[in-house]
T-cell receptor, first 117, second 109 residues
Framework: GAVVSQHPSRVICKSGTSVKIECRSL??????MFWYRQFPKKSLMLMAT?????????EQGVEKDKFLINHASLTLSTLTVTSAHPEDSSFYIC?????????????FGPGTRLLVL | GQNIDQPTEMTATEGAIVQINCTYQ??????LFWYQQHAGEAPTFLSY??LDGLEEKGRFSSFLSRSKGYSYLLLKELQMKDSASYLC??????????WGAGTKLIIKP
């Protein structure tokens, strides 16, 4: 079946540094990818929709200059957390949308655990 | 390898009960999640099971058997708004989420 990978799986960084997270669709092309943040109550918050070859669409309240998204190819989207602070520590999950005929399916990655010290 | 299996699609009648099964094979286990996702929206958290047994939350219940690698989501008194995809996800020993492909639930009047 379809597989979406994320790298790294976990990262620890110092406050003020930037961290890049990669999301790859391994066996299908995805023109649309999504970035989520998982909160302690397990809910997933959609941060942004990443569209290949164009600018990402950010949800209300998400700082686009802080969370940089680049969808440079049909199989790769990156999320860069710039000038990370401890409150950015979280579990970041990406997903990729696969379209087959009229059917759309969203496949989720394993997540990246970010800890900012 | 790691694997999560759940049915691709299920159909049920408004007012009835439906059970969505999820079986998993993962390297380690740190809990199982159920999410509901309506088309075009972000998944909504429904439940989290880490111990065996049944967890009830209103019309929704979730069951876990770790020895069998099995969980189910039970939806009672189905409403039309319950038509959605239901995602099963397991957190493995590395605290990574392994996702099922989702079960599309169609509710008929």
């Amino acid at each position: 079946g379809a597989v979406v990978s994320q790298h790294p799986s976990r990262v620890i960084c110092k406050s003020g540094t930037s961290v890049k997270i990669e999301c790859r669709s391994l066996d299908f092309q995805a023109t649309t990818m999504f970035w989520y943040r998982q909160f302690p109550k397990k809910s997933l918050m959609l941060m942004a929709t990443s569209n290949e070859g164009s600018k990402a669409t950010y949800e209300q309240g998400v700082e686009k200059d802080k969370f940089l998204i680049n969808h440079a190819s049909l199989t790769l989207s990156t999320l860069t957390v710039t000038s990370a602070h401890p409150e950015d520590s979280s579990f970041y999950i990406c997903s990729a949308k696969r379209t087959s005929g009229k059917m759309e399916t969203q496949y989720f990655g394993p997540g990246t655990r970010l800890l900012v010290l | 390898g790691q694997n999560i299996d759940q049915p691709t699609e299920m159909t049920a009648t408004e007012g009835a009960i439906v059970q969505i099964n999820c079986t998993y094979q993962t390297s380690g286990f740190n809990g199982l999640f159920w999410y509901q996702q309506h088309a075009g929206e972000a998944p909504t958290f429904l439940s989290y099971n880490v111990l065996d047994g049944l967890e009830e939350k209103g019309r929704f219940s979730s069951f876990l058997s770790r020895s069998k690698g099995y969980s189910y989501l039970l939806l009672k008194e189905l409403q039309m708004k319950d038509s959605a995809s239901y995602l099963c996800a397991v957190m493995d020993s590395n605290y990574q989420l392994i996702w099922g492909a989702g079960t599309k639930l169609i509710i008929k009047p």
